[in-house]
């Protein structure tokens, strides 16, 4: 099962995962990160931040786990932007060792099949970042996704584009489609991290965590997963059955395990 920490607030939650990203750092200055955008991986960039300077990050790749679909990449709220504007620049890494999904219209046909290939030249994720949708969703794979799924163009559901409306003008600037890393994908990365904060996750974190595998749900693919730490705050946490289990077992934790 995976591995859930409670923790008191957003900013222990980064604190914990930059110290971990530290670690593989200083073991393999050229690891892969899988990086994931809005606004929950935010304390983790903040905490990788105050490192920077003493942590070495120039060598490090990235890949987004996704894009929408017909937005101009110079768009504010492309995800291109995004992680340009709150990974790559902040943090020092090499623009051109960062990768995200082109939803662009000339190449959408082969963009899917060119992303897996480039993580798999890379030699694949070492710890991939997620978040999780209020719907289950990872990545941008809503509700019925394939755990076998590949890097793909999906449409979105109503409910993503009203929660990411915040982020433009109005609902009818939010694009419809999107290209995501599939969870197939996602699921061979070697060390899964999911965050979550605020009871809006709460459901979705249960149900993830501790609910049956279904691809209605597609969070619990996590559950296939040997390595998948979950970080949460108490009100992501407070619908775990298991949670005075977690905050056990992470207190009697031995020293030498990690994350
Ligand atoms: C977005 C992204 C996901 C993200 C999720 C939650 O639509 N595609 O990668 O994890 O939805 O977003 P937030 O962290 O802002 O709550």
Known sequence: MAEVVIVENPAAAGELVAAEIERLVRERPDAVLG???????LPVYEALRRRVGALELGRVRGFALDEYVGLDPAHPESYRSVITREVVEPLGLDPRLVRVPDGGAATIRHAGDDY???????????LQILGIGTDGHIGFNEPGSSFASRTRVKTLTEQTRSDNARFFASIDDVPRHCITQGLGTILEARHLVLLAFGEQKAQAIAAAVEGPLSAMLPGSAIQLHPHTTVVVDEAAASLLAQADYYRYTFAHKPDWQGL
């Open 116 to 126: 897996e290939a480039a993580i798999a030249e890379a030699g694949g994720v070492d």
């Open 35 to 41: 990086l994931a955008t809005g606004s929950t991986p």
